[in-house]
């Protein structure tokens, strides 16, 4: 199935709940505002495209759920949602994104019974055309590489972080489609281990060649000629830098040391063109993550804790960023891309 989904028959959002990943497989179902932002919070469903899907049926399960009985109630109820979803994840601008598509959708609807359908149409419209987005930037990114690469990712960009096929994993598969033999080095992505129980297990189960090392092993490997090239995805591209997992711009700094082409696989919804840097709030995450693993002390219990979920890539570190309109290199003319 898809990462996530509107089920027709209960009328709710579904999603595999990837906090439980890889041991248990486990479809979850969203019946209230409430019970998504959890979701979205504790990263049940997470990975920037994946949440711009998210942001849209959330409107769409809001827009259903309301009481409302003429059409200026239900768009203040909406509007209301709106926030509340916003609010749950600042750094990825998928989320806000998709909200906001979707509200504006309704701008032309005429009764209470259109704006819910209007609503729910516009929601499957962004998770459809976000899988037809990454099959596209596979295809383009898929010819940057070559057969035998070895390929580092960082945290995960796959079908999981996306609705279906993924932005750096589906320029792998997409590789691996046309032929070509690719192994691919996952980082685990401390600390909440994306890449090691997301990725790894993405992988494995297409058959794709796979090998999992700890985030601080990726200099020792590309200073022995182990790694050909790097792809991450994106939480949100603004003029100056790329905002992904922690650890990237570490990634990135090598990669330039090295001279590893260090690529980076993004739909167009990724790009916020009026962003800098300092205008973009990088998420803090629970000082606990880092104090606890699944429930057992990895640091003492109240030993001060910097959590920050994302880091910038700034643009000089980058070879290329691989969208669904084509590859596009150095100097990133960003708003070239919308033309
Ligand atoms: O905190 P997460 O798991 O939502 O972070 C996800 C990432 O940083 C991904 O690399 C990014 O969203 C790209 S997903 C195609």
Known sequence: MRTIDWNDESNLIVMIDQTLLPEEYKVI???????????????RVRGAPALGAAGGY?????????????????????????????????TAVNLAWGVDRVLHATDDAYDLKSI???????????????VAKNRKLGEYGAELLEDGDVVLTHCNAGKMACVDWGTALGVIRSAVEDGKQIQ????????????????????????IPVTLITDSMAGHLMRKGAINKVIVGADRITSDVVFNKIGTYTHSVLAK??????????????????????????????DN??????????????????????????????TA???????YYPPFLLDELFI
Not at 67 to 78: F, G, P, V
């Open 29 to 43: 179902e969203c019946k209230t505002l409430a019970s998504l932002c959890e979701a979205i919070m504790s990263l």
């Open 58 to 90: 959330g409107m769409a399960l809001a827009a259903r759920l309301s009481s409302a009985k003429d059409m200026d109630s239900l768009i203040k109820d909406m509007q209301v949602a709106a926030k509340t979803i916003k609010s749950t994840r600042p």
């Open 321 to 327: 960023v691989i969208t669904e309109k084509g590859v």
């Open 116 to 130: 819910k359908s209007i609503a729910l149409s516009e929601a499957k419209r962004i998770a459809d055309e976000d």
């Open 289 to 318: 993550e880092l104090r606890f693993w699944n429930g057992k002390a990895i640091a003492p219990k109240d030993v001060r804790v910097y959590n920050p979920a994302f880091d910038a890539t700034p643009m000089e570190n980058i």
């Open 257 to 286: 040391e090295h001279e590893i082409p260090f690529y980076v696989a993004a739909p167009l919804s990724t790009f916020d063109l009026e962003g800098w840097e300092d205008t973009v709030a990088i998420e803090l995450r629970d």
């Open 184 to 207: 691919v080095i996952a980082c685990e992505t401390r600390p909440l281990n994306q890449g090691s129980r997301i990725t790894t297990w993405e992988l494995m189960q297409d058959n």
